[in-house]
């Protein structure tokens, strides 16, 4: 399986040779235009144009029901799961369209891996829960390998050293932030270039959520991480860029700082400010 | 505060309903119980009459030398009757011997013949017998020959003089009736057995697993997990949930009209009545199938397709495992259902009196609900508590397959 590309041949522009480094830093990762998303007939996003910078998280903020889940799930195509749900616009991964006639969602899927809002490891073992990937999408020729990337995967996560004394344990019975950082664990072990995380730390008590913002900070240097969050602190202490949705729409997006400190519109700063949400 | 004693009152009431409502269905099933174990468990044990048999070669009608098959010719009525006859030290007329006969069992003389086949030794000396007596000696001795005894009885007072005169020499006892396990359907009761039936039930529940576990689990995992929800799929919904409430004789209709007129299959054959039974229970295993995918958790399926596992990787590797303790439930409930069901196979001939247990899928074959029934038909009294009898082998099926569902399932959740 050739990284970087969707469908084979890999088209010209997926290719990142010839670029500078800066260059690939500045253009984006994911660019969404004119993205609008319907559940039967009910518009859940209007219009939203995003470009989501490659090797740093984004952020997505905004009070409850305002569609940052549903974009969120409109990049790795898990809305096609939803029956009513309807797409239109345009979603690009490396400039390739995701939504494109010949793109492979199981392909999509291994490169823009997914953590939910609630922990939701298999009922298997722990080794099982990150091997399963690798596994299926054959990344692993033989069992020493498996246990390389099962190793390497949970050290990325921050679990190895909780774990690595009853890999064969069930992974249900872990507390519910070592089973998130499992489920991050899971994600980064097929290799991913983009993470999505759906509120990871909803259901999570402060200390486990310190943990695993400690650890979105870590895997900000090799993936691309989109998050949403309900909490204006953790997109602060997490995101570089962050993204503002209200009622269905993309308000404004810029660096951090500038949201939380000097928002151009009013109705971020409403939010921000806690006036409004 | 207002109305917290009417409250507290309410409750109490709505407890003491609930208790009632339980002990009435719990006193009507110990009365079913007490009633079949009262009046089955009579065919479980048979009356045997001790009999001196005179096994001399000139008696038996063979020479010194003879060979071991020409035993199997021996004509062990006369022998039988002889002995029978030497019991009673006094001289009978033909009439009155022949009641004296009536007193052993039909399969008597073949009893006498395996038994000597069993041992060729025995040949040329006089051996005592346990012989099975004939249901009319047995129903008088298990009833106690009590007053009530007498007037039911059918035999005369002879006949019960003579009884009596055995049991006062200790040559009547009674012992476990193995022959109504290993036994086929006979129009004697002595000599009848359920282990015909149990072995049609077994081939035609077999046959009905394979058939209604693959195509119902199949068409249940399709149905949940792959079809898209459309008038289409609603509308198969429909009918498979009103195939369930069909009466089970139509599933024998249907079966008669395709299976045996259109496909020529051969009547009367548990291969026939498992697929009928399968037809009865395929609803059934695909909605108890359905729930049980249904009621897998969705951030299971979320979570494998968000690490890119395509549908059926999905549905096999993580959900189908999940539903299982609750598929195989729903299978073997689908199955004690088809295991107790009689119309459907009256209606394709399985129904006809069966002497031998079938060797294969399609020789004729009973069924135990189909045995009950039969029995329950039949005018002589000691078919009574072999009925009773059948009813407790059945039971004794049903609760050995619930109790597979228990353990499997257990097995399954952990």
């Known amino acids: 399986m050739i990284d970087n590309a969707l469908v084979q041949p890999p088209t010209v522009l997926s290719s990142s040779e010839g670029y500078a480094s800066d260059a690939i830093d500045l253009m984006p990762k994911i660019r969404a235009s004119d993205v609008n998303v319907s559940y039967s007939g009910n518009q859940a996003i209007k219009n939203v144009n995003l470009d989501i910078k490659s090797k740093a998280v984004t952020a997505l903020i905004g009070p409850s029901g305002c569609g940052k889940t549903t974009f969120l799930r ?80 949970l050290i990325r996560a921050g679990l190895w050293k909780e774990v690595k004394n009853r890999l064969e344990a069930p992974a249900t019975g872990l507390s519910g932030g070592q089973q998130q950082r499992l489920c991050i664990a899971r994600a980064i072990a097929v290799e991913p270039d983009v993470i999505l995380m759906d509120e990871p730390c909803s259901a999570l008590d402060p200390i486990a959520t310190a943990r695993i ?31 503002f949705f209200h009622l269905g729409e993309l308000v404004e997006e810029n660096d951090a700082k500038v949201i939380f400190t000097n928002p151009s519109d009013e109705r971020t700063r409403a939010y921000v400010t806690g006036s409004i949400g | 505060m207002p109305g917290v004693v009417e409250r507290h009152r309410g409750e109490e009431r709505f407890r003491r309903f609930g208790l009632a409502a339980i002990a009435v269905s719990m006193s009507f099933l110990a009365f079913f119980l007490i009633s079949i174990i009262g009046t089955g468990y009579g065919a479980f044990i048979q009356t045997a009459i001790k009999i001196d048999v005179d096994l001399t070669l000139l008696e038996i009608g063979l020479e010194e030398g003879f060979a071991t098959e020409d035993l199997a010719k021996v004509r062990y009525r006369s022998v039988v009757r002889a002995g029978m006859r030497a019991l009673i030290p006094e001289d009978l007329g033909r009439r009155e011997s022949r009641a004296l006969y009536r007193l052993i069992g039909a399969g008597a003389e073949f009893e006498l013949r395996d038994k000597v086949l069993a041992q060729p030794d025995l040949v040329g000396s006089v051996v005592s017998f346990w012989l099975t007596s004939s249901d009319d000696v047995d129903l008088y001795n298990k009833a106690g020959s009590t007053e009530a005894a007498e007037q039911q009885t059918r035999l005369t007072a002879k006949q019960i003089e003579w009884y009596s005169e055995l049991k006062s020499n200790d040559r009547i006892k009674t012992r476990f009736n193995w022959i109504f396990l290993t036994g086929s359907d006979s129009r004697d009761p002595e000599v009848a057995g359920v282990w015909g039936a149990t072995v049609g039930s077994f081939f035609a529940l077999g046959v009905c697993l394979l058939l209604s576990c693959f195509v119902g689990v199949l068409a249940a995992i399709y149905l949940e997990e792959f079809a898209a929800r459309n008038r289409w799929t609603q509308f198969l919904e429909v009918n498979i949930n009103n195939l369930a409430a069909v009466p089970s004789i139509t599933f024998g209709l249907l079966g008669l009209a395709i299976f045996l007129g259109f496909f020529g299959l051969p009547r009367s054959a548990s291969l026939v009545g498992g697929m009928v039974l399968a037809l009865m229970t395929l609803p059934t295993v695909i909605i108890s199938s359905r729930v049980a995918l249904q009621a897998v958790a969705p951030s299971i399926r979320e979570a494998a397709f968000g690490i890119g596992a395509s549908r059926v990787q999905t549905v096999f590797h993580h959900v189908v495992p999940l539903a299982m303790p609750g598929i195989l439930t729903g299978t073997i409930i689908g199955m004690a259902r088809a295991l107790g069901e009689t119309a459907p196979l009256l209606m394709i001939g399985m129904v006809a009196f069966i002497a031998d247990a079938p060797t294969s899928l399609t020789q004729p074959a009973s069924a135990l609900p189909v045995q009950v029934y039969l029995w329950a038909d039949s005018p002589e009294r000691a078919f009574a508590e072999k009925t009773a009898g059948a009813i407790l082998v059945l039971l004794v099926f049903l609760l050995l397959m619930n109790l597979m569902a228990v353990i499997l399932r257990r097995k399954f959740e952990k």
């Open chain 1, 213 to 243: 913002e400690e650890l979105i900070d870590d895997l900000r240097t090799k993936y691309t991480i989109v998050i949403v969050t309900h909490s204006m602190q953790q997109a602060a202490r997490v995101s570089q860029r962050t993204a």
């Open chain 1, 74 to 153: 409109c990049i790795n195509r898990m809305n096609d799961l939803i029956e009513s749900c309807e797409v239109t616009g345009n979603i690009t991964l490396d400039n390739e369209d995701v939504y494109g006639a010949d793109v492979d969602v199981v392909v999509l899927r291994r490169r823009i891996g997914m953590v939910f809002q609630k922990p939701n490891p298999f009922p298997k073992s722990i080794y099982e829960n990150v091997a399963y990937g690798p596994r299926i999408h054959g990344q692993a020729a033989k069992g020493d390998e498996l246990d390389e990337i099962v190793e390497r995967s």
